[in-house]
C-alpha cells in the first residue's frame, strides 16, 4: 500500500530549472577553460578573467552601462512616481486615456521605440553619445515606474490625505510625510525594475549608441558577431554572481530588515 | 447660555448639476454632542466635508465663531475629523499617526510625547504607542483615530460614521464611551450617522436629514416623540403610520373611529397622518380593547415579542409587548391618548413648533 507515486510534477520543474540554467552554468564553466573556444574544455585557468581586468575599454563599459542604469532609473523613478500621482488625481476618461498611452508604450517593440528615438535626436540635432541612451532609457523606464507605483496609490485610502489637511498639514507636507512614504515600497519597486530594464536593454540602446559610446549588451553583441571570445564568458559569469548576490541580499533584507513587514515582490531575474 | 459656535445660513452645495444641499440653516451650540442623522446620499456627509473645509458651498454662509469661514482651508480650521475608515497613516506607529498634528503645527518635541500619552490614556490605550496600525483591532483603530484627532485640542470634533465598521456589542460599548469622552473634554461633536439607535443613545441634539434638507431638529426625545412628518417617524424607531382624520381639536377620527388625543391647532376635518409607536399599543382582551383584531404572527426578538395584529377594519398594527400571546386569537388592542401623535401633511418645522407651542400654552 504503501506504493508513493512518482512526483510528475517535481520533474516538470526540475526539467524547466535545468533548461534555464544549462547554458548559463556551460558558459560560466567555459569561462574556466584555458582554451579559447568553447568546443573543448581545456582545464582550469583564470586567463580570461586576467584578460578581462586588463580590458580597459569592457571595464569603463560596465561603469558606463552602471552609471546609465543607475541615473535613469533614479529620474525615471521622480517621473514616474510624480507621473502616476497625476494620472490618479486625473478625473473620468482622462485617467483611462492616460494610463493607455503609458500601457502603449509597455508593449510595444523595442525595435520600433529605438528607430523613433534614432528619427527623433537626429532630427533635433542631439549627438549620439552618453545623454542620447540616458534620455532614452529614462523614456522607457518611466511607464514601467508608473505600472509598478500606481496599484501602491490606488490602495491607499482617498480619505488619507483628507486626514493629513484635517490635522494642519499643507499640500506639500500631505504630500511628503503622509502619501510618499506610504507608496515608499511601490517606488522601491519600480526602482529595482527600472535598473533591470535599463541594465539589460539591448534593442533600444542599439539605435541611439553612437561611436564613442556603448553599453555592456551592445558591446557583447557586437563582439560575438566577430567570433566567440571566452572573455565575455568571465564577464558573464560575474555579472551572474553579482545579480545571484543581489537576490539574495534582497531576499534576506525583506525576511528580516524591514520594520514595518512589507514585501515588495521585485522580479530580479532579469539582471544578467 | 451657551454660546453658538458654528452657524450654517441658506448653505447650498452643489456638484455640477447635482443639488446635494438646498437651503440648510442651523446653529451648533458649543459644548454639546449633535448627530446628523440621514440615510445614505442624503448629504449629512457632505455637510460635515462643508464644517471640516474639503468642500467649498456653493452659496450661503458658514460662521465658525461668528467669522465667516466659507474659503479658510481645512488645514487652518480648528476643526478635526474622524474618518469612516479611520485613514491612519499605514507607515507610522501608533504614537506617530496621534503625534502627527502635533509636529506638523511645532510643537515641541518633549510636549508632543505628553500630550500623546495622555491622548491615549483617553482613549485606553495607554503603552500602545510603539504599536504598528497592522497590528491593531478595528476597535483600537478606532481608538487611535479619535486620539489623534482631540490630541489637537479642536474646537470642534467631526465624526463620519465613526462607529460603523465595528461589530455590534463593540459600537455599543463604543457609543458609551464616546459620550463620556465628550462631556469629560466638553467639546462639540458632530457625529454623523445613518443608525438611528446610535444617534438616539448620543446626542443631544439630532438634525435628521433626507435629500438635502434637514427635517427636523431635536433633542432624542423630542425627535422619537413628536416626528414632524411620516420621513422622520419612519426612520427614527419603529411605528404605525395611519391615515386619520382630525375632526376637532384632541380628537381624530382612525378609519372611522373616533379617538381621544393630545394634539391640536388643525383645521376641522384636516386629513392628516397618526403615529402610534408599537411599545405603546398593549394587547388586552377583546372587551377592553380599542380595537379589535387577530394576531397573525409573532416574533421573539429578546427583548420583546414583536407581533402583527389586523384589525376588523384590515389594517395591519404592529405591537411590541413583554408579554406573549398566540398566533390566531383574538385580542383587543388598547393605548392612551398621549400615545397617539397626530402629523399634519407638508408642515415645516417652524409651523410646527409655532403650533405646538400655541396650543401646550393652554394647557
Redesign the interface.
Known amino acids: 500500500m504503501s506504493k508513493r507515486h512518482f512526483n510528475w510534477s517535481g520533474l516538470y520543474l526540475a526539467l524547466v530549472f535545468v533548461i534555464l540554467y544549462a547554458p548559463i552554468v556551460y558558459l560560466v564553466v567555459f569561462s574556466f577553460s584555458a582554451g579559447t573556444t568553447m568546443e573543448h574544455y581545456h582545464g582550469f585557468s583564470w586567463r580570461h578573467y586576467a584578460d578581462l581586468f586588463g580590458d580597459t575599454r569592457m571595464i569603463t563599459i560596465v561603469f558606463n552601462t552602471i552609471i546609465i542604469a543607475l541615473l535613469a532609473s533614479l529620474i525615471a523613478t521622480i517621473i514616474g512616481t510624480l507621473g502616476a500621482l497625476a494620472i490618479k488625481n486625473t478625473r473620468g476618461k482622462w485617467r483611462n486615456s492616460l494610463l493607455s498611452l503609458n500601457n502603449v508604450l509597455m508593449v510595444s517593440p523595442d525595435v520600433i521605440i529605438g528607430a523613433s528615438f534614432l528619427i527623433f535626436f537626429t532630427m533635433l540635432g542631439i549627438r549620439l553619445g552618453f545623454v542620447s541612451v540616458l534620455l532614452s532609457h529614462i523614456a522607457f523606464c518611466i511607464p514601467i515606474v508608473v505600472l509598478m507605483v500606481l496599484p501602491k496609490i490606488n490602495e491607499l485610502?482617498p480619505?488619507?490625505v483628507?486626514?493629513?489637511?484635517?490635522?494642519?498639514?499643507?499640500r506639500w507636507?500631505a504630500l511628503s510625510?503622509?502619501v510618499l512614504?506610504?507608496i515608499?515600497p511601490g517606488i522601491g519597486a519600480g526602482y529595482f525594475m527600472a535598473l533591470t530594464y535599463s541594465l539589460d536593454d539591448f534593442a533600444v540602446t542599439f539605435f541611439v549608441t553612437g561611436n564613442g559610446f556603448s553599453t555592456l549588451s551592445v558591446e557583447i553583441y557586437s563582439r560575438a558577431r566577430q567570433g566567440i571570445n571566452l572573455e565575455i564568458n568571465a564577464l558573464s559569469a560575474i555579472m551572474f554572481l553579482v545579480s545571484l548576490l543581489l537576490v539574495l541580499g534582497y531576499y534576506f533584507i525583506s525576511k528580516h530588515g524591514g520594520r514595518?513587514?512589507r514585501i515588495v515582490t521585485v522580479k530580479e531575474g532579469d539582471a544578467q | 447660555m451657551a454660546k453658538n459656535i458654528m452657524e450654517f445660513r441658506h448653505v447650498e452645495k452643489r456638484f455640477d448639476d447635482n443639488v446635494v444641499l438646498k437651503d440648510i440653516d442651523f446653529t451648533i451650540e458649543a459644548g454639546k454632542f449633535y448627530t446628523l442623522l440621514g440615510p445614505s446620499g442624503s448629504g449629512k456627509t457632505t455637510i460635515l466635508r462643508l464644517i471640516a473645509g474639503f468642500d467649498q458651498p456653493t452659496s450661503g454662509e458658514i460662521l465658525f465663531n461668528g467669522q465667516k469661514i466659507n474659503n479658510v482651508p481645512a488645514n487652518q480650521r480648528q476643526v478635526n475629523t474622524v474618518f469612516q475608515d479611520y485613514a491612519l497613516f499605514p507607515h507610522m506607529n501608533v504614537a506617530e499617526n496621534v503625534a502627527f498634528g502635533l509636529q506638523i503645527r511645532g510643537v515641541k518635541k518633549a510636549e508632543i510625547k505628553r500630550r500623546v500619552q495622555e491622548a491615549l490614556k483617553l482613549v485606553q490605550l495607554e503603552g500602545y504607542g510603539e504599536r504598528e496600525i497592522t497590528a491593531m483591532s478595528g476597535g483600537q483603530r478606532q481608538r487611535v483615530a479619535i486620539a489623534r484627532a482631540i490630541v489637537n485640542e479642536p474646537q470642534v470634533l467631526l465624526l463620519d460614521e465613526a462607529l460603523s465598521a465595528l461589530d455590534h456589542k463593540l459600537r455599543v460599548n463604543m457609543q458609551t464611551e464616546l459620550r463620556q469622552l465628550q462631556r469629560q473634554l466638553g467639546i462639540t461633536f458632530i457625529f454623523v450617522t445613518h443608525d438611528q439607535e446610535e444617534a438616539l443613545a448620543m446626542s443631544d441634539q439630532i438634525m435628521i436629514i433626507n435629500d438635502g434638507t434637514i427635517q427636523q431638529t431635536g433633542t432624542p426625545v423630542d425627535i422619537y416623540d413628536e416626528p414632524l412628518n411620516h420621513f422622520v417617524a419612519d426612520f427614527i424607531g419603529e411605528s404605525n403610520i395611519v391615515p386619520g382624520i382630525m375632526k376637532k381639536d384632541y380628537l381624530v377620527s382612525i378609519n372611522g373611529q373616533d379617538f381621544e388625543c393630545v394634539d391640536a391647532g388643525m383645521r376641522p376635518n384636516e386629513r392628516v397622518e397618526v403615529v402610534i409607536r408599537p411599545e405603546d399599543l398593549d394587547i388586552t382582551s377583546v372587551e377592553q380593547g380599542q380595537l379589535v383584531g387577530t394576531v397573525d404572527t409573532q416574533l421573539f426578538r429578546g427583548v420583546d415579542y414583536q407581533i402583527m395584529v389586523h384589525d376588523v377594519r384590515g389594517h395591519e398594527w404592529k405591537i411590541n409587548s413583554i408579554h406573549k400571546t398566540t398566533v390566531g386569537a383574538q385580542v383587543g388592542i388598547s393605548f392612551d391618548p398621549e400615545d397617539i401623535h397626530v402629523m399634519r401633511y407638508n408642515e415645516t418645522e417652524a409651523d410646527f413648533d409655532a403650533r405646538l407651542d400655541s396650543y401646550e400654552e393652554d394647557d
Open positions: 485610502s480619505t488619507l483628507d486626514a493629513a489637511y484635517d490635522l494642519g498639514a499643507t507636507q510625510q503622509v512614504p506610504a515608499t514595518r513587514n
